[in-house]
């Protein structure tokens, strides 16, 4: 597992809520697994709690569960490998596909199988992520190959299930599939919409109505262009009251969302040209109860912008993620659809994508997916879990939106001392730097208030492997500041300063 430090972007101001660190975590493929996939992250007392499939370590070459604690720096503290004492493959679904329960703990529908038979369940887990319940949804006899893949579960009113993904056989084409299941984890009914002739249609993301009916979104490919997303609205019962394509040629993911107040929002793709043109937008689409669009909003003009997850805040905005040109991408709206900024996270140039973003308590956001590491990696041709927490403004350290620096440097941000913190008059810095890390000319420390305003730039010392200074503070009033130290090439750590006096 290594801890990355960004610098791409730089650092924010303050929430009025004791902040969290921020960080940006690979876990090593080498250490943990191959094939890693970070698809669900929620907080917890003390860190996150972490949902992910990978090829186990234990030599097997399946894919299972892993459930991993980590503590408030994005470090592993305990981890659990659900496998069931079976030699099977085993999946979550796809964005964000694990779902809090309104009792505590969550639940998941997950695929269970080999190549030739699969199964899936529906799990739930207790608050530490133990497993408490498994349920068998549908089975698949080897002698069959029609699968039954639940990319979303989302809990409904009356402590029940909806879940959505696709129902696959070889001599048809793909249909969306909706399942509806009760509190006591029985399947009450299933429903598939779609394809007309040729097409494949499945859904990414599902949400309940007001009136108990169902929001499902997905896409549906068509020979030729153009591709494009759906929205169906159905009643309780799962039967389809309305039907809305939109998007443009854009064809991987969707995700929606139910306002308070009956209105609908849809997070997905739209594609300019058609296929094989990558350059592609995000697109925010405000929805009435009958399929009319209130508003519609396309941003993030790029090389292959993609949406995952998203969700609405407590004042109504909107905070989406995904990826931006193999970057991974975390972009806030306002409440009308308006952009209001976004960050985009490297690591060693690697493509990376975001499944899931969550809200933490201190205003910021913990979000997961996976890299797929490139030959500039230390590890490179693996694919790896991947965690990034940021504060309100999607900065992994204070005052991204202030600063701007070209590169990173990784495993230093938790090597860095700054004391007595709180200050009065004086603080001091210590970093000592790992073997084979080594800064890039001349080191500078560099602090700013909260409103982003420089207020002190002075060298630092190096001896050795150790970066020192001392400050003296008195020429500034008591609140908060934020300290970056860097190279000539590169953000080296940084962290919250508070003066304070008596």
Request: charged share 20%; net charge negative.
């Given at each position: 597992m290594?801890?990355?430090a ?13 902040a ?29 709690l ?5 090829v ?6 399946k ?8 503590n408030?720096?994005g470090?592993?503290?305990?981890e659990?490998?659900?496998t ?11 964005i964000?596909?694990v779902?809090p ?5 969550f ?5 269970e199988?080999?190549?030739?038979w ?12 133990d ?7 549908f089975t698949?006899p080897?002698?069959d190959?029609i699968?039954?893949?639940?990319r ?17 056989r070889?001599?048809q084409?793909?249909?969306?599939f ?7 984890n029985?399947?009450l ?21 007001l ?10 490919l ?7 997303s ?9 039967d389809q ?5 939109y ?5 991987v ?8 107040d009956?209105?609908i929002?849809?997070?997905s793709?739209?594609?300019?040209q ?10 925010l ?5 009958n ?7 396309r ?16 004042d109504?905005s ?8 193999g ?10 659809g308006?952009?209001?900024w ?10 990376h994508q975001?499944y899931?973003?969550t ?13 797929d590491q490139?030959?500039?990696?230390p590890?490179p ?6 965690v ?5 403004l999607?900065c992994?350290?204070p005052?991204?939106h202030l ?10 941000q938790?090597?860095l ?6 200050a009065t008059?004086?603080l001091r810095?210590?970093?000592?730097l790992p073997?084979?890390i ?6 500078q ?9 420089e207020?002190?730039?002075e ?9 020192s ?11 908060l ?7 000539e ?14």
């Amino acid at each position: 597992m290594r801890n990355l430090a960004l610098i791409g972007i730089v650092w924010a101001g303050t929430t009025g809520v004791p902040a969290q660190p921020g960080f940006i975590v690979h876990f090593d493929s080498l250490q943990n697994g191959k094939g890693g996939n970070g698809r669900s992250i929620v907080e917890m007392d003390g860190g996150y709690l972490l949902f992910s499939h990978q090829v186990s370590p234990d030599g097997s070459g399946k894919t299972h569960l892993f459930v991993r604690k980590l503590n408030a720096l994005g470090q592993l503290v305990a981890e659990q490998e659900h496998t069931n004492g079976d030699p099977r493959h085993y999946a979550f679904g796809y964005i964000a596909p694990v779902c809090p329960l309104d009792t505590g703990g969550f639940a998941s529908a997950v695929l269970e199988g080999s190549d030739y038979w699969a199964e899936t369940w529906l799990y739930r887990f207790n608050q530490q992520g133990d497993t408490t319940h498994r349920r068998l949804l549908f089975t698949y006899p080897p002698t069959d190959s029609i699968t039954h893949f639940i990319r979303q579960t989302r809990q409904t009113s009356d402590g029940g299930f909806l879940m959505a993904g696709f129902h696959d056989r070889p001599d048809q084409s793909t249909r969306a599939f909706l399942v509806r299941v009760s509190a006591q984890n029985d399947t009450l009914w299933t429903r598939q919409y779609g394809p007309f002739a040729g097409q494949t249609t499945s859904a990414t993301g599902v949400a309940e109505y007001l009136d108990g009916g169902a929001l499902m979104t997905g896409y549906r490919l068509i020979p030729g262009p153009p591709d494009d997303s759906f929205l169906i609205r159905t009643d309780a019962q799962g039967d389809q009251l309305w039907l809305r394509y939109y998007g443009n040629r854009a064809s991987v993911n969707g995700a929606v969302r139910v306002l308070a107040d009956g209105h609908i929002v849809t997070w997905s793709e739209y594609r300019e040209q058609a296929w094989p043109s990558y350059w592609q937008q995000v697109m925010l689409t405000k929805w009435d109860a009958n399929g009319g669009i209130v508003w519609q909003k396309r941003s993030h003009y790029n090389y292959y912008s993609s949406t995952t997850d998203f969700e609405v805040l407590a004042d109504g905005s909107f905070i989406g993620t995904g990826s931006q040109v193999g970057e991974g991408l975390i972009a806030k709206f306002s409440p009308t659809g308006d952009s209001l900024w976004s960050r985009t996270y490297d690591v060693f140039h690697s493509d990376h994508q975001l499944y899931d973003v969550t809200p933490t308590s201190d205003g910021g956001f913990i979000l997961c997916g996976r890299g797929d590491q490139n030959n500039l990696d230390p590890t490179p041709g693996l694919e790896t879990i991947y965690v990034v927490k940021t504060d309100s403004l999607g900065c992994v350290v204070p005052g991204c939106h202030l600063v701007g620096v070209a590169e990173y440097a990784i495993e230093l941000q938790e090597h860095l001392k700054l004391w007595p913190n709180p200050a009065t008059d004086h603080l001091r810095l210590e970093l000592e730097l790992p073997a084979g890390i080594a800064p890039q000319g001349a080191v500078q420390a560099v602090l700013l208030d909260a409103t982003g305003r420089e207020v002190l730039r002075e060298l630092v010392r190096q001896n050795g492997n150790t970066i020192s200074h001392a400050f003296t503070l008195t020429p500034f009033p008591p609140g908060l500041y934020h300290l970056h130290l860097a190279d000539e090439q590169r953000w080296l750590a940084g962290g919250r300063v508070v003066v304070s006096r008596p």
